[in-house]
């Protein structure tokens, strides 16, 4: 494994500070290339349990990933002809979005979710749910599946081979396991630094991916794509029965043959630094003229955004997020208040920095009062610029 790029000592993403605690607390922030598996990862662990135990990503926060999981159930259910006798695990199910979906298509479903806040809201939104970590030993304690789930999961975790092989161990002989995994190429293209923290340990090509499926018996055998999902998404369908790849899964293997290798990491890394002071000096620049600016969104993303490139409180007055978990709390490193969106309403800025930038489309039409009135959203990525549309 070789270093590519080392950005720093930065906070934990979605480690949000109250007011009285809060604590300067860094890690190592590094990107490694590993030229046996072709695996972009982290090597510095955080401690799991510093991570997942109090959680406060909501899957329900926006609209665009609410209808997203409703049709993935939707289609998933025809895909596999899934009947009341069904079972349905899904790993990683955060407030139950997915499952719920699945329950309206009369499907059983369990989800697996160590998070207790977050476990408990999927309760109470009568989704049974496990708050446990996925791996062999609970394995043992549950039944055999015939659809197994884990969006934005695999990359979460520490030990790649033990968790596949604990979904190959629950997992039916005619059963199949989709998950959904930001594409590195895109995140590269994209020059989307900020998808880079602790949380994230994994960065998957299609080949690195399917070569850790192999190693639990589990084949890649068809692949959906969805640009506009974190920035980019592929949806992966895994068989322990089937090897035959679908045309789509062989195209896509293709096109991603120099986008996601050694290179295309070092291209990325060295542009990095230089994009980062670029932002920051479009916001300079507009504080200079006298401009307010706020962050548009508190994801995980924005604590290593605003911290790698040096936005603090100088530059954003808040940031505003629809979570209620996030509001009233400070963003880690740089102490920018979260606040509701009502509250930023009655002193909006002149200008967003669209933090939640992966869901530009949806974010810019239900602003477009704020546009018409003269306002405007700094758009990171792939370039930082101004944009009013
Ligand atoms: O892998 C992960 C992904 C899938 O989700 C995580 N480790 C955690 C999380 O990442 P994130 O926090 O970067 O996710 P989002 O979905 O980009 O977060 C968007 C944030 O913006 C949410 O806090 C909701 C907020 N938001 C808002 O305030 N107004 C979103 C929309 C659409 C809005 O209109």
Redesign the pocket.
């Known amino acids: 494994m070789v270093p590519m790029l080392n950005m720093g000592s930065l906070p934990l993403?979605?480690r949000l500070e109250t007011l009285g605690s809060t604590s300067d607390k860094a890690y190592p922030l590094v990107v490694y290339y590993c030229h046996n598996c072709a695996l972009i990862q982290l090597a510095d662990l955080v401690p799991r349990n510093e991570m997942f135990t109090d959680?406060?990503?909501?899957?329900s926060?926006?609209?665009?990933?609410t209808d997203h999981f409703n049709r993935y159930a939707e289609t998933i259910t025809q895909r596999l002809d899934l009947t009341t006798k069904d079972n349905v695990l899904d790993v990683g199910s955060n407030d139950g979005t997915l499952l719920k979906a699945f329950q309206r298509h009369g499907v059983k479903v369990l989800g697996i979710e160590p998070a207790r806040n977050v476990a408990s809201i999927a309760e109470a939104g009568g989704v049974p749910t496990l708050t446990e970590y996925f791996d062999l030993k609970l394995a043992k304690t549950l039944q055999k599946v015939r659809l197994v789930t884990a969006?934005?999961?695999l990359?979460?975790v520490g030990n790649l081979r033990d968790f596949l092989a604990t979904v190959a161990q629950v997992l039916r002989h005619d059963g199949l396991f989709v998950f959904e995994v930001?594409w590195v190429a895109d995140v590269l293209r994209n020059h989307s630094f900020?998808?880079i923290?602790h949380?994230?340990l994994s960065y998957f090509g299609l080949r690195s991916l399917a070569r850790a499926l192999q190693e639990a018996g589990l084949f890649l055998v068809d692949l959906e794509y969805y640009p506009s999902i974190?920035g980019g998404t592929f949806r992966g369908f895994a068989s322990p029965s089937s090897k035959e790849s679908s045309f789509v899964l062989r195209e896509m293997s293709a096109r991603e043959e120099n986008e996601a290798d050694f290179w295309a990491l070092k291209e990325f890394s060295e542009r990095v630094p230089k994009l980062a002071q670029h932002l920051r000096d479009i916001l300079l620049g507009l504080k200079k003229e006298g401009k307010r600016i706020a962050g548009?969104?508190?994801?995980?993303?924005?604590t290593i955004l605003l911290n790698y490139c040096g936005i603090g409180r100088d530059i954003l007055d808040y940031a505003?997020?629809?979570?209620p978990l996030?509001q009233g709390k400070f963003i880690p490193g740089v102490g920018v208040p979260v606040v509701s969106?009502q509250l930023a309403q009655t002193k909006p800025p002149d200008y967003y920095l669209l933090?939640?930038?992966?869901?530009r489309e949806?974010?810019l039409a239900?602003e477009k009062e704020f546009i018409e009135r003269g306002g405007r959203f700094v758009v990171p990525f792939p370039y930082p610029e101004v944009v009013d549309s």
Do not use: Q, R
Not at 61 to 65: F, Q
């Open positions: 993403a979605n959680y406060v990503y909501l899957t926060a926006s609209k665009t990933m969006n934005n999961i990359s979460h930001p900020d998808m923290y949380e994230h974190h548009y969104g508190a994801p995980a993303k924005a505003s997020d629809t979570t996030k969106p933090l939640a930038w992966n869901f949806e974010i239900k």
